[in-house]
């Protein structure tokens, strides 16, 4: 019996017909389908002289090392980043704006800033750029600081950019001394004829008549701005910037030196100011000072703000302020998918979805909640590495990152989808007795856990037929194959159906003991006396159907996959699930790096010839739910 089980802990995973058989098996099944690959491609080419020759043997898989997890701090973009500004102590900063979850895009963010700061042995802020208190609110600051925590980082201090309202506030009146800044009173439709027009092809761009109000006249308003005395778009402090010339035209080609906008007027109650201000200061005017506030060495942003270093730097420096560093990286987005707030809240509104945490939105919520390990996440972006080209990547490269992680970092379960009893007529021998299973065959360290066998035991509805096919090595009427682990395989000899569904509902079976090394083996479960649980699986595939939502014909909601989610209501999970939950988090690493640390979520493991799965944030004691994080090969299938 300890011969077999060493056996089949050998097992080889067949992905053309998901079974499990021996590496003789599979030996001799790829042969047989490279001999028949050969005379396909022969007799297409019939018309050469050439003899087709057999497609190579295809070659053992390797388990690939673990990339340096500084890899993208050590080369490339960051440390060329480092190399022009060389000062330590290092300081960073993440500064989301705290009015939506955040989505895996954030990720790259969270890892590099903090990443940057922890490589170089400084210290990142998490700062939340709270200067829009019409869509702020505290839920968004509670699960920013929850997914920064859960990708393994500590801020070093969390701040608010409202804790410097008043100094803020202070240098705009300052910038207007310096005849930097002018209260304007112009419209949406003026402003654009001032910069051009609407394709900037209405003529010469130009500098409105307020910007020629003496320092008193601006200062005057300005302070009514602040007291109340203006409703929202009658007037707004702007930076009178363009370096090129201090004349009625504005001469530079970059958009974000043409007299950008300062301050606004808001009639709401801020988060945590409350009503002390009704004036507030826009990203523009607000981001570069606070970096300088805290001292910042490396501001460290995405593209879309390379433009804007002109302006972060124009201002820091009119103002006589420490001067920062910003630098910009390229943005990683995911193809397949949609991450605006606006068509997340739709599909939220629509019930398309169950909520901002649904498993198949690529929200770091939700990815988390679908059970993708922290650690996958970073190292899929370390591998990526950090350049100032945009990263758009395909789901089912960032599926074969995180298959890539849990293969080596996750244990082994036996589960049954769509289970079918099978009576094993002579099993009393074995009835009650315990089989040891691995956790792992390839990480002795994850160790064993017993599994009572009973006579009844479950397998999947899959991996029987009603009738024998030369093809099919699985369970079929006068079929033999192998239970994994149990000594003997198994031979049906009869079955019984529902009349009304046409469902088979039972399987007789006999040991046959004749046959060593049957051709596959499959998974099974013991009955529910031995500690097999009940569990609601669920499938979760690609949201939408194409691979750009966003221009589908009818538009991203006309995209959606109706298989999208898939529930399987009565799976069996073995009993090593208590065991393996019991030692929760897998893997120890980033923000579950150890025992009890970590939420629902990271009870992972492969549930051996079907997937990656990990229990649901609304699973109880009493109800056990399952989602799969992600299938054990791209495209599975199996007939």
Same mark, same amino acid.
């Given at each position: 019996?300890?011969?077999?089980?060493?056996?089949?802990?050998? *097992?080889?995973?067949?992905?053309?017909?998901?079974?499990?058989?021996?590496?003789?098996?599979?030996?001799?099944?790829? !042969?047989?389908?490279?001999?028949?690959?050969?005379?396909?491609?022969?007799?297409?080419?019939?018309?050469?002289?050439?003899?087709? #020759?057999?497609?190579?043997?295809? !070659?053992?898989?390797?388990?690939?090392?673990?990339?340096?997890?500084?890899?993208?701090?050590?080369?490339?973009?960051?440390?060329?980043?480092?190399?022009?500004?060389?000062?330590?102590?290092?300081?960073?900063?993440?500064?989301?704006?705290?009015?939506?979850?955040?989505?895996?895009?954030?990720?790259?963010?969270?890892?590099?800033?903090?990443?940057?700061?922890?490589?170089?042995?400084?210290?990142?802020?998490?700062?939340?750029?709270?200067?829009?208190?019409?869509?702020?609110?505290?839920?968004?600051? $509670?699960?920013?600081?929850?997914?920064? &925590?859960?990708?393994?980082?500590?801020?070093? #201090?969390?701040?608010?950019?409202?804790?410097?309202?008043?100094?803020?506030?202070?240098?705009?009146?300052? *910038?207007?001394?310096?005849?930097?800044?002018?209260?304007?009173?112009?419209?949406?439709?003026?402003?654009?004829?001032?910069?051009?027009?609407?394709?900037?092809?209405?003529?010469?761009?130009?500098?409105?008549?307020?910007?020629?109000?003496?320092?008193?006249?601006?200062?005057?308003?300005? @302070?009514?701005?602040?007291?109340?005395?203006?409703?929202?778009?009658?007037?707004?402090?702007?930076?009178?910037?363009?370096?090129?010339?201090?004349?009625?035209?504005?001469? $530079?080609?970059?958009?974000?030196?043409?007299?950008?906008?300062?301050? @606004?007027?808001?009639?709401?109650?801020?988060?945590?100011?409350?009503? =002390?201000?009704?004036?507030?200061?826009?990203?523009?005017? =607000?981001?570069?000072?606070?970096?300088?506030?805290?001292?910042?060495?490396?501001?460290?942003?995405?593209?879309?703000?390379?433009?804007?270093?002109?302006?972060? &730097?124009?201002?820091?420096?009119?103002?006589?302020?420490?001067?920062?560093?910003?630098?910009?990286?390229?943005?990683?987005?995911?193809?397949?998918?949609?991450?605006?707030?606006?068509?997340?809240?739709?599909?939220?509104?629509?019930?398309?979805?169950?909520?901002?945490? $649904?498993?198949?939105?690529?929200?770091?919520?939700?990815?988390?909640?679908?059970?993708?390990?922290?650690?996958?996440?970073?190292?899929?972006?370390?591998?990526?590495?950090?350049?100032?080209?945009?990263?758009?990547?395909?789901?089912?490269?960032?599926?074969?990152?995180?298959?890539?992680?849990?293969?080596?970092?996750?244990?082994?379960?036996?589960?049954?989808?769509?289970?079918?009893?099978?009576?094993?007529?002579?099993?009393?021998?074995?009835?009650?007795?315990?089989?040891?299973?691995?956790?792992?065959?390839?990480?002795? #360290?994850?160790?064993?856990?017993?599994? !009572?066998?009973?006579?009844?035991?479950?397998?999947?509805?899959?991996?029987? @037929?009603?009738?024998?096919?030369?093809?099919?090595?699985?369970?079929?009427?006068?079929?033999?194959?192998?239970?994994?682990?149990?000594?003997?395989?198994?031979?049906?000899?009869?079955?019984?159906?529902?009349?009304?569904?046409? #469902?088979?509902?039972?399987?007789?079976?006999?040991?046959?003991?004749?046959?060593?090394?049957?051709?596959?083996?499959?998974?099974?479960?013991?009955?529910?006396?031995?500690?097999?649980?009940?569990?609601?699986?669920?499938?979760?595939?690609?949201?939408?159907?194409?691979?750009?939502?966003?221009?589908?014909?009818?538009?991203?909601?006309?995209?959606?996959?109706?298989?999208?989610?898939?529930?399987?209501?009565?799976?069996?999970?073995?009993?090593?699930?208590?065991?393996?939950?019991?030692?929760?988090?897998?893997?120890?690493?980033?923000?579950?790096?150890?025992?009890?640390?970590?939420?629902?979520?990271?009870?992972?493991?492969?549930?051996?010839?079907?997937?990656?799965?990990?229990?649901?944030?609304?699973?109880?004691? $009493?109800?056990?739910?399952?989602?799969?994080?992600?299938? *054990?090969?791209?495209?599975?299938?199996?007939?």
């Amino acid at each position: 019996m300890a011969d077999l089980a060493e056996s089949t802990a050998k *097992l080889q995973l067949d992905e053309e017909t998901g079974e499990m058989v021996s590496k003789a098996e599979m030996k001799k099944r790829l !042969k047989k389908r490279e001999k028949a690959k050969a005379k396909e491609a022969a007799r297409s080419e019939v018309k050469t002289e050439e003899k087709a #020759k057999p497609a190579p043997k295809p !070659k053992a898989a390797t388990e690939e090392p673990a990339i340096d997890p500084n890899y993208m701090f050590k080369t490339g973009f960051l440390d060329e980043v480092f190399k022009i500004r060389p000062m330590k102590p290092v300081f960073t900063r993440f500064p989301p704006e705290p009015n939506g979850f955040l989505h895996i895009g954030h990720a790259k963010a969270i890892a590099v800033n903090f990443g940057f700061a922890r490589y170089h042995e400084g210290q990142c802020y998490l700062r939340y750029d709270d200067t829009n208190p019409e869509a702020e609110e505290q839920i968004y600051f $509670d699960a920013i600081l929850e997914m920064v &925590e859960w990708l393994g980082f500590k801020p070093y #201090k969390i701040t608010y950019s409202s804790d410097n309202f008043q100094r803020l506030y202070d240098l705009a009146e300052k *910038l207007i001394t310096l005849e930097k800044g002018y209260v304007c009173h112009c419209n949406e439709a003026e402003i654009k004829l001032q910069r051009g027009g609407e394709k900037g092809t209405a003529g010469p761009r130009y500098r409105c008549k307020h910007a020629e109000q003496s320092v008193e006249e601006n200062l005057k308003k300005f @302070r009514d701005m602040r007291d109340g005395h203006y409703k929202p778009q009658e007037a707004f402090l702007r930076m009178k910037q363009d370096v090129k010339t201090m004349a009625a035209a504005i001469t $530079d080609g970059n958009p974000q030196m043409w007299d950008l906008a300062a301050y @606004r007027v808001l009639n709401k109650p801020h988060y945590r100011t409350g009503d =002390t201000w009704k004036i507030y200061p826009t990203y523009d005017f =607000t981001h570069c000072l606070c970096d300088s506030f805290e001292g910042i060495t490396h501001s460290l942003c995405t593209t879309e703000f390379v433009q804007s270093r002109v302006s972060y &730097e124009w201002l820091n420096k009119t103002l006589g302020v420490y001067e920062p560093m910003q630098r910009e990286y390229g943005r990683l987005s995911i193809a397949g998918t949609v991450l605006s707030k606006r068509k997340i809240l739709k599909l939220v509104q629509e019930k398309i979805v169950q909520g901002w945490n $649904d498993p198949r939105l690529y929200t770091l919520i939700g990815i988390k909640r679908r059970g993708v390990p922290p650690g996958a996440i970073l190292e899929f972006i370390n591998e990526l590495g950090v350049t100032t080209a945009n990263s758009i990547i395909e789901i089912k490269r960032f599926d074969q990152a995180i298959r890539k992680y849990l293969e080596r970092t996750v244990p082994r379960l036996m589960l049954i989808l769509d289970p079918i009893p099978v009576v094993i007529e002579d099993a009393d021998e074995l009835d009650g007795t315990t089989i040891s299973l691995p956790f792992s065959p390839k990480d002795p #360290k994850m160790g064993s856990h017993d599994v !009572k066998f009973t006579k009844t035991v479950y397998i999947d509805r899959s991996d029987f @037929r009603e009738e024998a096919d030369p093809s099919f090595f699985r369970l079929a009427p006068g079929k033999t194959v192998g239970l994994l682990q149990v000594p003997y395989p198994i031979k049906a000899v009869s079955f019984t159906k529902d009349d009304a569904t046409g #469902k088979v509902t039972e399987i007789r079976a006999v040991f046959d003991k004749e046959t060593k090394k049957p051709k596959a083996y499959i998974q099974w479960v013991s009955n529910e006396s031995a500690g097999t649980r009940k569990a609601e699986v669920r499938i979760y595939n690609s949201l939408f159907k194409s691979d750009n939502p966003n221009d589908a014909p009818g538009g991203f909601l006309s995209d959606i996959n109706p298989e999208s989610e898939v529930i399987y209501p009565n799976a069996l999970i073995e009993s090593g699930f208590d065991e393996v939950k019991r030692r929760a988090p897998w893997p120890e690493a980033a923000g579950e790096s150890e025992l009890g640390k970590g939420g629902p979520e990271s009870v992972r493991f492969q549930a051996m010839r079907i997937a990656y799965f990990a229990l649901d944030s609304d699973s109880t004691d $009493d109800h056990i739910i399952l989602n799969r994080i992600v299938a *054990l090969k791209e495209d599975v299938g199996k007939n």
